[in-house]
Structure formats: structure tokens, C-alpha cells
């Protein structure tokens, strides 16, 4: 089945709320999207939206990248090759993760809807649902406690506390978080880069008793083998994030041995072709795998949720970008049901253009 077009155009959306990490404060997000046509009349659904302070790709990037002759030579090849397509535009974007990415998954998206079954089925899905965390912001304490009021009501299990300004102030919300709400929330945290090791150590100290699940990229890209320092009980839950950016990444750390979790975002490795390589490379190192994302549209988490559903060695899904949406540009995907992550199974990743 021949492409027989490809397009590609940009949506600013608002975010329900601004909110705060340790290097920035966001209140709306451009996506880049991207859609393949068939001879068929079918449509493949992608989008990119990469962090530009952590890849060094913008949104912008992805857009013009995606208007390229490179891209629009897609038209009159056969989607069966898919594969072997993204193989040649992750060689043309190299290092231009957000771009890989809307390919990979449109491509996904067509191929899934041309052969009629989920991208999760084509991979062989190993995993029917797990409950996805969600982020609470950088706010002050009392700021913090509300949010998590509010994310119970709705039903969610576990909380990701962004955190990384003030160790003092991180270690106060953590605490109170724990003793109002020890049964009925886990808590993994998120200094985005904003601890030195001495901090990192002041924190863990500090929150034994908290039994906090997971703590995300706690250092600076560049400073990932100091954490060998730190006790091996508790470098089991240190995650790499910022410094997981590729499968190359993936295997120096899996012999290093610095982050006992790998954080993988289609939008830092370039799509599901890039993260099963990750993924691949972790389980042979035996390290879980953990999901995570950027703010972006259903389609792009969905996308993640079929690749983390197909890797026997994930533990731990952070697919919440989507819900801080104002508004999308896709529907379905996914369902959510008490804090846990339900794919639909329709070709593709199921998703429809609104």
C-alpha cells in the first residue's frame, strides 16, 4: 500500500494550569503533528514535542524538519517498508529526537490501520494495565497537599512530586505528603537535575521512613557517576532521565550501573523504534523500565503506552502529559479507570482526529 501524501502543521494549546519544574514554568505547549496518507483513504496520526532544554530540538525545529523534501519523498513508498523509513529518518534527523518521533509514530500509527491490528498487538503486548503517577508541579507546601486532595478524589494511586529548588522545602512537603496520606498514595519524586550529591544524600537521609518509590534524575547531566557513592539500597530507585536520552546512553549506564530505573520518553529517543532499543538493552542489564513524557497530545502518549505495554521489564508509567491539556487535536487511545492505564486496541494506536 503506497503513501500518497504527507502533511504537517503546528497547534498551540493552552495548559489547564501553569506549572513549575526546577529549570522552568510552562502555561501552554506547541505541538508539531504529522499525518501519513494511504492509496486507502487511511490515515496515520503522529507529533512531536520535544523538551528543548534537555534534546536541543524545538518544537519550531520539528515543524520546518517535517516540510522538507526529505519527508515528502515518503509519497509513492510502500507503508510495509515503515521500518526501514524511520530507519533512514532517524540517519537524516539525527539528534533531532522530536522530529524521529512524529515519523516513527505516524508511520506506526498508518501501518497498525493498514494490516488492521493495535501497534501493541503487532510488538506482542505483555502488559494489560498499570497505574500511571501523576505530577504535582514545584508549589509550597500547603500549595502541594491541595493538589494531592484533589488527585485522590479522582481516583489517582500515585503521586510524581516535582521538587529541586530547596532540599529543606522538598523534604518538609515529602514528609507531610507521607503523613497525611501514607496509605493511599505512593510517592515518587523529581528533582529535575537539582540536587548536588550532598543534597541528594540530605534528602534520602532525611526520608527513610517515607518509603519514597523513586527519585528522577537527581544530578546535573555529567555528574551520573557520583551517585555510585551513594548506598546501592537505595540507588535501586534512582532514575535516569535527562541523562537517558538514547540506546548509547543506555549502555554505557547499564555497565556503570549509576540508575537502578531507566526513564524512556519517545520524545528524547526518537519514537518506538528508538526506545525498544533502550528498552532491549535495559532488560538484558536487568533494569526496569519506567514511561514518561513531555505535556503532549493523547497521541503521543498513547503511542508510549502501546511501546510500554509490549516491554516485559516495565514497572512504572508516568503517562500524565496529556491531562494538562486545555484541549487536543485527537480523542480516544486510551482509558483511564482508577489511576490505571487501559488501552482501546483499535488498529493503530486508536486514536481519532477530532
Known sequence: ??????????????????????????????????????????????????????????????????????VQKFVGRDIR???????????QFNHLPGTQAAIDIALHDAFGKFIGISVAEFYGQKIQAL???????????????????????????????????????????????????????????DPNQGYTLAQLNQFINATKKVSVELIEQPLPVGKELELLTIDPVYRAILMGDESLKDAHAALE???????GVYNIKLMKCGGIMGAMEIANIAYQAQINLFWGCNDESILSI????????????????????????????????????DGYMHINHLPGFGVTKL
Open 131 to 189: 497505574p500511571t503517577s501523576i505530577t504535582i508541579g514545584i508549589k509550597n507546601v500547603q500549595e502541594t497537599l491541595e493538589d494531592a486532595a484533589g488527585y485522590l478524589q479522582l481516583g489517582f494511586k500515585i503521586l510524581k512530586v516535582k521538587l529541586g529548588l530547596n532540599v529543606e522545602e522538598d523534604i518538609e512537603k515529602i514528609i507531610k505528603l507521607h503523613e497525611l496520606y501514607a496509605t493511599q498514595f505512593k510517592i515518587r519524586v
Open 253 to 259: 549506564y547499564a555497565i556503570s550501573k549509576p540508575f
Open 1 to 70: 500500500m503506497k503513501i500518497v501524501a504527507v502533511r504537517s502543521y503546528v497547534q498551540k494549546m493552552a495548559l489547564t494550569k501553569p506549572y513549575t519544574i526546577a529549570y522552568s514554568t510552562f502555561s501552554d505547549v506547541t505541538l508539531a503533528f504529522f499525518e501519513v496518507e494511504l492509496a486507502n483513504g487511511m490515515i496515520g496520526y503522529g507529533t512531536g514535542s520535544p523538551a528543548g532544554e534537555v534534546v536541543g530540538e524545538t518544537t519550531d525545529q520539528t515543524a520546518l524538519n517535517l516540510q522538507t523534501d526529505f
Open 81 to 91: 517498508h515503515f521500518q526501514q523509513i524511520i530507519y533512514e529518518a532517524k540517519i
Open 302 to 337: 498513547t503511542a508510549a503506552l502501546h511501546a510500554a505495554y509490549c516491554c516485559a521489564n516495565t514497572k512504572y508509567i508516568d503517562l500524565d502529559g496529556s491531562f494538562d491539556l486545555a484541549e487536543d487535536l485527537v480523542t480516544g487511545g486510551f482509558e483511564l479507570v
